[in-house]
């Protein structure tokens, strides 16, 4: 009898031991998923100053981009296209002179140009001034377009600075993996924004 409690007491014990073990329960072991997702790493927050414009704007860009400066064939207009290769995006600004009487239609040319490039997409619309005297507008959506964050600043009398991110993979499939690098190009055009100055 003695010995049948003993051989009793060993296998209870046995059981408890292996149910501790995790091994019984097949619902808790970690299974991984059938698609990887691979993490971007994204470029530090460092800047350099580029001056453009007819106006010597001075605009802080990421040193992780290529830049490329160039003007319009009337001369009247500066362009900044900041490439981001790793990335397959890039952002363009336009620095555009204007005088009080100009410069609300040229506001209003893009603004209208950002509704159209929405194209019914729901977006975030920050805005805040700097320290330079520029009033800024930052338009970001989380859409599956191709210019998911677009803006525009002007100092009232005599520039106006618009512009876009152009991300080209952006499709349905691809909003939540795109949504690191549209976080990094909404943060180097506020800095830019931001910093920027005669």
């Known amino acids: 009898m003695l010995r049948a409690k003993q051989l009793l007491f060993i296998t ?3 059981c408890l031991l292996s149910g501790c073990t ?3 329960a097949p619902d808790t072991v970690a299974v ?8 971007i790493e994204l470029p530090d927050s460092a800047f350099t100053e580029v001056s453009a414009g007819a106006g010597n704007l001075t605009i802080g860009i990421s040193k992780a981009s290529t830049i490329a400066l160039r003007g319009s064939g ?4 500066g362009f900044i296209d900041v490439a981001y290769p790793g990335f397959n995006s890039s952002i363009y600004f336009t620095v555009t002179p204007v005088t009080p009487a100009t410069a609300g239609e040229v506001i209003d040319n893009r603004v209208e140009r950002m509704g159209l490039n929405l194209g ?8 805040f001034d700097t320290p330079a005297g520029f009033e800024c507008k930052v338009l970001v959506s989380r859409g599956e ?3 998911p964050v677009q803006f525009i600043a002007t100092d009232g009398a005599s520039l106006v600075v618009s512009g876009a991110a152009f991300v080209r993979d952006a499709s349905p499939s691809a909003a939540d993996s795109i949504a690191p690098v549209v976080g990094m190009l909404r943060r180097d055009i506020i800095h830019a924004l931001s910093t920027m100055h005669r």
């Open 74 to 77: 009337k001369g009247n207009s």
């Open 22 to 24: 995790g091994t019984s």
């Open 32 to 39: 991984p998923r059938r698609h990887a997702y691979p993490r």
């Open 12 to 14: 209870v014990l046995a």
């Open 120 to 127: 019914g997409a729901e977006a975030e619309l920050l805005e």
């Open 145 to 147: 377009i191709s210019t």
